[in-house]
T-cell receptor, first 115, second 111 residues
Framework: NAGVMQNPRHLVRRRGQEARLRCSPM?????VYWYRQLPEEGLKFMVY????????ESGMPKERFSAEFPKEGPSILRIQQVVRGDSAAYFC?????????????FGDGTRLSIL | DAKTTQPTSMDCAEGRAANLPCNHS???????VYWYRQIHSQGPQYIIH???NNETNEMASLIITEDRKSSTLILPHATLRDTAVYYC????????????FGPGTSLSVIP
């Protein structure tokens, strides 16, 4: 029973490059959430997606960040023109449906380092 | 802002029960209490959740007070591998509600 799979586990980019983070939800889960954890800080919600739809992107920076969850394939979090401040751990979670009685299950994250 | 208050840190002797408190005095009738933990460099791990009744699973027990203003997560026999940051979260049950993580409690299990 595979859990939430994220890849790559570690990603190194130079300033100005693009970073692309992938998340495959648990089997049967159609709701995906992205969180960011800056060094020595707590997890912060970024965006919530269902298949082909962004439901809540209130935590995602307006510039350079985008997310998608296509009909086929994993969810992608894309960061364009990365800067040093984007260095963080990015976690993806999934759930079978929305609502507070459904736990979100997390992957082990992608650690993004910007040189 | 998180709707819960937890102690910043706690210690527990290995093999003893770890009791982690959480205050959620403004909780609404339709909000669940959730517990997650994050072991260093890993993703948050779901532990348990409950609405009104006490809950138990293979990992832990959740005790919710009758007025629902506070709860306690109990790890019955703590091991060194239980050393982690433990997050108490409240979530609305009836509709989409983003998960807001507070700073949590850093639990250290001491040999």
């Amino acid at each position: 029973n595979a859990g939430v799979m994220q890849n790559p586990r570690h990603l190194v980019r130079r300033r100005g490059q693009e970073a692309r983070l992938r998340c495959s939800p648990m089997k049967g889960h159609s709701h995906v959430y992205w969180y960011r954890q800056l060094p020595e800080e707590g997890l912060k919600f970024m965006v919530y997606l269902q298949k082909e739809n962004i439901i809540d992107e209130s935590g995602m920076p307006k510039e350079r960040f985008s997310a998608e969850f296509p009909k086929e394939g994993p969810s992608i979090l894309r960061i364009q023109q990365v800067v040093r401040g984007d260095s963080a751990a990015y976690f993806c979670a999934s759930s079978p449906s929305t609502g507070g009685d459904q736990p979100q299950h997390f992957g082990d994250g992608t650690r993004l380092s910007i040189l | 802002d998180a709707k819960t208050t937890q102690p910043t840190s706690m210690d527990c002797a290995e093999g003893r029960a770890a009791n982690l408190p959480c205050n959620h005095s403004t909780i609404s009738g339709n909000e669940y209490v959730y517990w997650y933990r994050q072991i260093h460099s890993q993703g948050p791990q779901y532990i348990i959740h409950g609405l009104k009744n006490n809950e138990t699973n293979e990992m832990a027990s959740l005790i919710i007070t009758e007025d629902r203003k506070s709860s306690t997560l109990i790890l019955p026999h703590a091991t060194l591998r239980d050393t982690a940051v433990y997050y108490c979260i409240v979530r609305v049950s009836t509709s989409y509600d983003k998960v807001i993580f507070g700073p949590g409690t850093s639990l250290s299990v001491i040999p």
